[in-house]
């Protein structure tokens, strides 16, 4: 199966044309690494799921690409992934570095059947003013406009933790760790919360709610995955990654 591998290929064919023209009206890169985010997909047992995260870096402005495998069983990566490839140069464009990345992800979606579609439940964008995407409140998609199954809310918090790396030497401030709650009808319970940080989170200094999915056809709580923006300290300022947590366990 090359599925996501032929529609990176047909991301590069046309973003490399927009690249190019791109060029011609570059601005100097501003501070930060904001990386965006694509879900591949759920397996056909709703077991795995599958997103990307893509941008460029500060400082070096070098492109990259990371494709993660997540057991949602176990709420940890699949053995060999993250599958990561960054450029060597600014020459080489984000759409060629995503294709690669494609390309050696597709025996990982081969293997894992990552071929069910992703429903975006519900969504803060990057561009909502006002808000600190600390709450989240969501239903199952239904069919009738604006029509959902279930009524929740995700509440997200933050306290100081410790690290694997030495945030305070380098930043100047402790790294912080999440919390993250469900309510359903005025039970809540905890989803998940932050023990010592591994050294592949860096050194948090906020966490925003970005998004709920679910599989296309399984769209129940058991099978809904928040996604959460982390922002770790970075070369030229705060960068955002993204982490997967299964709402079903």
């Not at 890169?29 to 397996?43: M, N, Q, T």
């Not at 690669?100 to 894992?112: K, N, R, S, Y």
Request: glycine fraction near 10%; include cysteine.
């Amino acid at each position: 199966m090359q599925r996501y591998a032929a529609r990176a290929a047909s991301v590069l064919r046309a973003a490399t044309s927009l690249f190019l023209a791109a060029s011609f009206f570059a601005s100097p890169a501003v501070a930060g690494d904001r990386a965006l985010i694509d879900f591949v997909g759920f397996s056909e047992d709703f077991r795995y799921f599958a997103f990307e995260e893509f941008g460029e870096q500060d400082g070096s402005g070098f492109a990259y690409s990371n494709v993660y495998v997540v057991d949602l069983s176990t709420d940890s990566w699949v053995v060999g992934t993250p599958i990561r490839v960054r450029a060597d140069s600014e020459d080489e464009p984000l759409a060629a570095i995503r294709a690669q990345t494609a390309e050696l992800a597709d025996d990982f979606v081969d293997e894992f059947g990552l071929a069910v579609p992703v429903e975006v439940a519900a969504l803060i964008g990057d561009g909502v003013p006002d808000t600190d995407a600390k709450s989240l409140r969501f239903g199952a998609p239904s069919y009738n406009p604006g029509a959902t199954s279930g009524d929740y809310t995700l509440r997200l918090s933050t306290f100081d933790t410790t690290a694997a790396e030495p945030c305070g030497d380098w930043f100047d401030t402790g790294p912080l760790g999440y919390e993250l709650r469900i309510s359903d009808a005025g039970a809540e319970r905890l989803v998940h919360r932050d023990g010592d940080l591994p050294r592949s989170r860096g050194c948090p200094l906020d966490y925003r709610l970005y998004a709920v999915v679910m599989p296309y056809g399984g769209t129940s709580m058991g099978n809904a995955v928040a996604i959460v923006s982390v922002y770790p300290g970075g070369f030229e300022g705060p960068d955002r990654r993204f982490l997967a947590v299964p709402l079903g366990l």
